[in-house]
């Protein structure tokens, strides 16, 4: 077999055993889902069988609990045996240390014998509902005030024959912090992280992390994850932009705090947004279409072919960059995984909603943090302004709240930064999530251009954006003066040979800043940066710009008729530093409206082999 040798064999063998050692101690994750798809521990099976008498002993150990975690299908999960119906349940976002929405009529359900009584006692309250045909039950809790007592829910059924106990409860603020790898990067991989985990003791900071779970075909109804307190025990492995923004938001409220923690890295938008909801915009369409194309023409048999075909190219790389003495670089020198039929690929439409989100709907949630993006940004940037607002509406349809709060991370910079103004797809998903932000009353932008870190894709400073997110929360909720905001455009006039711009929330005053610590920024003597100008030529050249009051003014002397601007309007706009008094970064904008890069493109453009000319 062509990957029992060599390089490559030793490994992906390597790989093996990191993740069958990772899945013993966690049972959490599966360690056979790669960048490209879902299982292909069949394959990697049969290598380890002829390079270790030992391996096979831990795939048969570890396999089970892997595939049911994180198969190409969670249909066949045993939470939906019928066996399971018939005993009085609840889902597993409800469990001991959970925290209750505040201040909200509370969805609380399960599944009991069909026609079976269930009543939940909570808080001096008493709830009744009967069991349906199908076994499931829902009720409502009525609204409470915020609680940092720790209290016990009830459950019993079958007049007390069943009963399901929940101990430690609080009552205070809930969130799902989705997402892909920049949410889901853990505390202790962060800058600082290791640190910050030893002192992490926050009792009224709860989480609930959801494991990974592909569903292509249909929503399932349970996760088996569990809540925790967090702890330096149990902090390392959270996400880390959600531990700042709920750290923040118990030191400033001392409400309690519950993150539903949903997160999986390099996955689409789409994937996060069942199939009948993408048919909302044309976008979204365009998406479903692709992928079920592209099942319909997969060959296996090509796709090994395929498959083979990209190893003997990598083997050849690898050979000929140790023959020349040249330095291996991973991150450009990747080892191909196998492909995987289009409808188990992380990116199949909704199966992570399937998966992942759809489980915890309707509990009642205070709002959602979302930081996603980065994976549709290169060719679907400004198609993100149609999908995103599909996501919002049918998170908040789920879950019960049509005026939900959406709070997204707005991308930071990455990749290199340019010598001239230039167009920028990534720049365009942040015009698209800046654009959705200000048509939805219920959404909120953390600006990050200012944590740009020599172009990396994963900037490790997540406490700038775990703050900034929570600075909108802290101004909804506790109805204060926090500005919660930096700059945004609002208007421009021309002045001669001179564009003036002016901007909403401006807080204190504008101001030129520099970031002087991990969320810290100081007023600084520099001139503006990062400001382009252009005529009736269409032509941008970077332009001088000076602060006047509450406006900027714009020019150069390149330009003697200027139209428009654009400020920040790049992959990687470095040094930008327009900010506001209270610390906060100007988004990045332009105030023309001339086509971009990706405003005409709806062809999610698949990987490579799922094209039709591949495999």
């Not at 938001?249 to 999986?264: R, Y």
Request: with cysteine; charged share 20%.
């Amino acid at each position: 077999m062509w990957i029992t040798e060599g390089l490559q064999s030793r490994k992906w063998e390597s790989n093996l055993r990191a993740g069958a050692a990772g899945a013993l101690r966690s049972g959490a994750h599966s360690p056979w889902y790669g960048r490209a798809g879902f299982s292909y521990a069949p394959s990697v099976m049969r290598m380890a069988f002829r390079r270790s008498w030992f391996l096979p002993l831990v795939l048969a150990l570890c396999l089970p609990v892997a595939w049911a975690r994180d198969g190409p299908d969670a249909e066949s999960s045993s939470l939906d045996s019928e066996a399971a119906v018939q005993a009085l349940r609840l889902p597993h976002v409800f469990g001991n240390a959970m925290v209750l929405q505040r201040d909200r009529a509370l969805p609380v359900w399960g599944w009991a014998r069909p026609g079976a009584s269930v009543q939940v006692r909570f808080a001096g309250q008493s709830h009744t509902a009967r069991a349906g045909q199908d076994g499931r039950w829902q009720l409502h809790l009525d609204p409470m005030p915020a609680s940092r007592e720790p209290r016990e829910l009830v459950v019993v059924s079958e007049g007390g024959a069943q009963m399901r106990a929940f101990e430690d409860v609080l009552v205070g603020d809930v969130y799902l912090a989705g997402g892909q790898s920049n949410m889901a990067i853990t505390l202790a991989s962060s800058r600082s992280g290791p640190m910050e985990v030893q002192r992490a003791n926050h009792p009224l900071l709860r989480f609930f992390r959801v494991p990974t779970m592909a569903s292509p075909s249909r929503a399932v109804e349970d996760v088996a994850g569990r809540w925790v307190a967090c702890t330096p025990q149990t902090a390392a492995d959270l996400s880390a932009v959600a531990y700042y923004f709920g750290r923040k938001l118990v030191a400033e409220s001392s409400v309690p705090v519950g993150i539903l923690q949903a997160a999986k890295a390099n996955t689409s938008a789409e994937s996060w947004v069942p199939r009948d909801a993408l048919a909302a915009s044309p976008a979204g369409r365009a998406y479903v279409r692709a992928w079920d194309a592209a099942e319909a023409r997969f060959d296996p048999d090509k796709a090994r072919a395929y498959d083979a075909r990209r190893i003997e190219a990598y083997r050849k790389r690898v050979t000929d960059a140790r023959v020349a003495g040249r330095k291996l670089n991973p991150s450009r020198l990747q080892q191909p995984h196998p492909t995987v039929p289009p409808r188990q690929h992380r990116g199949w439409p909704g199966t992570f909603f399937n998966g992942m989100i759809a489980p915890l709907e309707p509990f009642a949630l205070r709002g959602v943090i979302w930081y996603q993006g980065e994976h549709n940004a290169r060719v679907r940037g400004y198609a993100y302004r149609s999908v995103l607002p599909s996501l919002i509406e049918r998170w908040r349809r789920g879950f019960e709240n049509p005026e939900l709060e959406f709070y997204i991370v707005q991308l930071a910079g990455w990749l290199r930064p340019e010598s001239k103004p230039r167009e920028s797809a990534i720049a365009e998903l942040r015009e698209s999530q800046l654009r959705v932000h200000r048509e939805d009353p219920h959404s909120g932008l953390a600006v990050i251009i200012d944590t740009t870190e020599k172009g990396a894709l994963h900037p490790p400073n997540k406490q700038l954006p775990g703050e900034r997110l929570a600075l909108w929360a802290l101004a909804r909720e506790t109805g204060s003066d926090i500005e919660p905001s930096g700059p945004q455009f609002e208007s421009q006039r021309v002045e001669g040979n001179r564009v003036v711009l002016s901007f909403s929330h401006i807080g204190a005053g504008l101001m030129v800043g520099r970031r002087s610590g991990a969320v810290a920024v100081a007023a600084v003597q520099e001139p503006l940066v990062s400001f382009a100008i252009a005529g009736d030529d269409r032509t941008f050249v970077w332009a001088e710009a000076e602060i006047r009051g509450d406006e900027v003014v714009v020019w150069s002397d390149a330009v003697p008729a200027p139209l428009v601007v654009r400020y920040a309007w790049a992959d990687n706009p470095a040094g930008s530093n327009l900010y506001n008094r209270d610390g906060l970064p100007a988004s990045p904008f332009r105030t023309d409206s001339f086509p971009v890069s990706t405003q005409s493109r709806l062809d999610p453009r698949l990987p490579a082999a799922y094209r039709e000319a591949k495999p």
